[in-house]
DNA sequence: GATGAATGAGTCTTCATTCAT
DNA sequence: TATGAATGAAGACTCATTCAT
């Protein structure tokens, strides 16, 4: 026979790998793009299994059910985001100022241009039917960022480089802006023509604009409301 | 005719309960609730109809399906709460400041502490699942806010009440903590004991500080960044 | 137009019937025969629901999972039948070797020649995934049975007309051959050319030969074993 | 041959701690107490494996399918059993009443305290799904059992130790406590309270005394039945 | 109009079996 | 030979939708 066909046992691609330990990783990732798209309930399992590269049953290998899935997603997304976050920020001894500046920037750029970003429209979303996935969010994702930045403005208070002024409240306000326009990339923007179209250099410049002109020091204390 | 048949409307109890007229309305009322609870998918007809006091199939009746029930409940909890929020604000002469304060005040009044701030969580929770409802809300409900919000700050530059700022950007920042606040209070907080626990009043007497501080034309202007 | 196509809404057979009394009865009936031949693990549902012209959907709205229609199944086999057994039997004041032979004889008419003697084969294979049943079996169906056995034999002693002898032990000697032909007639037999082929006449004469000629009064008292 | 290669058997630790030899074996013994227990379709290889200390692929090594293995339990438990007993009782010129005595003791000796019991169960309540298993049942256990029976009362009857009976009818009737109360013990007693304890003892000692009883030449022939 | 029994397509989950290692 | 990760067909169960009453 002439053909030079390679020996078949070479030559065929093997049905499946074998691949214990990339798989969790891959599993939550296929996950985690569809859950964030399209909810727990509407998420199909088959269809993580096929983005993943697996068939449904390997699925149950790794996680015991859609719910175990769910919150595993959840859960490995937010925990090494937020502890490379604490251990990286604010470390410094720069202005307050400028910490504060670089908090924003950085949330941004490890939260709102991530996958977390997802996470945070997910988990509001879905509250209702995993409200012990609410409570794990806030307490390892809002309230170590809201601490941080409260510190920041704390030291800076005291160091006389800010004014005095309602912390928990202005904490609040300053991080809503971030939230939900992080939100809002993974949810309404996608369906629209933006309405109004500020990219997002354009919208933290006006944001630290305001934060650091209301903590200014100088300017006359107080107002009528 | 010669029958003797009782008149039908008085006559004799009716062998239901309510009338054609009303049932819409109390429908989309227990189908909010749930929706709002529980998102889209893992909302059950049968949920619905016992909320509303009908059977299952009563809901077919009004609704020709629990996509179409969905997009109704999103409409018709919209349209008339935006409506009758341009019809009253900002229809004033009063001074730019005021208005704006009544405009923030009005918003809570009449979306935060309302069944809307349900829907916001809603449409931003299943817009992978229903853009057309996310372009809708964004059309008809955020946009219009947008603009009565943009058309009082462009007054009150013009007037020299306000500073000139960067309108677009600004807008954003001001909405998202209300929208936020409003979103978090059908969402996470339900869950959880709130790490800090900022009464409304106090965070709006916050937002509108900044937010007048921010437009004070007496300020130095500008500040770089 | 010339054809006679008879009126289309009355001419189409209905897609399926309301039959909301009846419905209960058949499906456990369809679910009897299956169970008892195929045993619990073995017998799908969708041949259940087809067995009992229903769909599978149906099935739900009586029994609200596999394993319950299974429990009711056996038990709603084995009340009634064991009911009228007790109240029918033994009532009369025939002597107590009249009633022996009436015992023996409506016990096959009754329990060996109806679907309990396959809910006898089933709770056995299936003692070990449903002790419950197992349990409710000898309750219900077991111990009523062995106490009128007993109490005929007691009464036939006490008054003379047989032989005393040790009830317990006999009463699970002469149940058993029943009880086990029964059980044969629902699984073994089925299956083979029969080894033996002794009519269920000759079995229960010569059966019935046996026990009262052990419990004949006249006879030698005991024998060296 | 120059390697330096360590001989293989006892150089180094095997990777694998035990033999081809030794192996089915095990897997039957492991097979054959969930198979008991739980029946075909309820019993998961991983649960065979498992208790075999082996893993699910190497079940596979040595049985084609789990109804192989199945059917390799049934037969394999079958066998040795019968074989011993046909070669061990009835060969002796005692008295053909001891004989029997001796038959019954040595069947429950070595069937009802022993795994056959369990598979007499498992037979049938598995003949459903598997009418050769209960054929095979049949032919090699049950056949040869009655034959062995019959062998020794037809002896007895020649010899004129026993009156002429139905020896057909009479051995299933004798047979029967032997077996049900074999399938007993390791169906619906496991899971009862016992209502009537009989020690096995007390209830051989009974049947023995019924079964020489019906037998004894010197009693009245026959009786009306 | 109103009901709720009936339907059946759709999904999660299990597990016997295969096969790369 | 032994392993156990991977497969995929099969089955229980749900629930939006229909329709006889």
Redesign the interface.
């Known amino acids: 026979m002439p053909t030079t066909a390679p020996a078949p046992s070479s030559a065929r691609a093997p049905r499946w790998e074998r691949r214990k330990d990339a798989r969790p990783g891959e599993l939550l990732d296929a996950a985690l793009e569809l859950f ?7 998420t199909r399992l088959d269809a993580v299994a096929a983005r993943a590269g697996v068939s449904k049953g390997t699925l149950y290998l790794y996680y015991a059910s859609k719910e175990d899935l769910f919150k595993a997603v959840v859960r490995q997304s937010i925990v090494p985001l937020i502890e490379a976050f604490q251990h990286d920020v604010a470390q410094s001894s720069a202005p307050s100022a400028t910490l504060l500046r670089e908090f924003f920037r950085q949330w941004w750029t490890r939260f709102g241009a991530t996958p977390l970003a997802g996470i945070a ?9 995993f ?2 996935l ?2 794990f ?2 307490q390892e994702a ?2 170590p960022c ?1 601490m941080l930045l409260a510190s920041i403005v704390h030291r800076g208070v005291k160091q006389g480089e800010f004014r005095p ?2 912390v ?6 300053w991080i ?2 971030m ?3 992080a ?2 990339e993974h ?2 923007l ?3 023509p933006p ?2 179209d ?1 990219p997002i250099e ?2 933290l ?6 934060v ?3 903590l ?1 020091p100088a ?1 006359g204390q107080g ?1 009528t ?1």
């Open positions: 964030v798209d399209k909810g727990f309930a509407a429209k997910l988990v509001v979303g879905e509250s209702g039917n409200p012990e609410a409570r969010f806030q809002v309230l809201a002024i309602d928990e409240a202005s904490i609040q306000l809503s802006p939230v939900l326009r939100i809002w949810s309404i996608p369906c629209c309405g109004f500020v354009r919208f410049e006006a944001h630290l604009d305001y650091l002109g209301a200014e300017r107002r409301s």
